[in-house]
């Protein structure tokens, strides 16, 4: 049976055909670039999220550091911030300690005043004392003890056999700490080993043999 269409109509369908064709494949491409870029930007947020996590929790660390470096920074001022005060007080405290060392010990010829007086100022001298001690100042005073360069400046040696040495065994300044802060170190003297003179006295024993004889 002959076909009843015309060949123009049937050139026609054909190009209509391929440009459907034509038409799917551009539009199968489009999806797939789309989906590619979808994919692409979906891992580039990712990355911007990581990095962005990243310098979050890097600045909440130091936010925390600078936090504790604060609160330890305050409460070094807080404790050691009139640690000046203190080393001029203690100095007046050292003037009234000298002043009531000089006062003899048989104090039954003394005048009444005069006697009340010292009573007077050795009751404030304890209290003075007491007072330091209740705000953490203590006083170093390292008679018999050994010699520690960290709160005690050695003044001078005394040759003795009766203790080891390097053994405190004269305070001529007591030191003091605020808290475990140096104020001032304790002035001491300190003991050394007695040298031996044995190996001089042969020496001379030796050479009066010799001009003897």
């Known amino acids: 049976m002959a076909n009843d269409k015309d060949p123009s109509e049937i050139i026609d369908d054909e190009e209509k055909s391929n440009e459907e064709e034509m038409q799917q494949l551009a539009d199968d491409e489009i999806e797939e670039e789309i989906e590619l870029s979808d994919d692409d930007q979906k891992s580039e947020f990712e990355l911007k999220i990581a990095e962005l996590t990243d310098q979050l ?48 010990e048989d104090k039954s010829n003394l005048p009444e005043p005069i006697k009340n007086l010292i009573i007077g100022l050795e009751i404030v001298e304890k209290e003075i004392l007491t007072t330091l001690e209740k705000h953490n100042i203590k006083q170093i005073d390292p008679i018999d003890e050994k010699f520690d360069y960290n709160f005690h400046q050695a003044m001078f040696e005394i040759p003795t056999s009766d203790c080891d040495p390097g053994t405190v065994v004269q305070v001529s300044q007591k030191g003091y700490l605020l808290y475990d802060r140096l104020v001032r170190p304790a002035m001491v003297g300190v003991s050394k080993k007695i040298e031996e003179k044995k190996d001089n006295a042969d020496n001379e024993k030796d050479i009066n043999t010799i001009e003897k004889n």
Do not use: C, G, W
């Open 57 to 104: 929790m890097r600045t909440l660390a130091d936010s925390e550091n600078l936090r504790k470096r604060t609160f330890k920074d305050v409460e070094q001022a807080k404790k050691y911030s009139h640690i000046t005060f203190v080393r001029d007080l203690v100095s007046s405290v050292d003037n009234l300690k000298r002043a009531l060392d000089s006062v003899p």
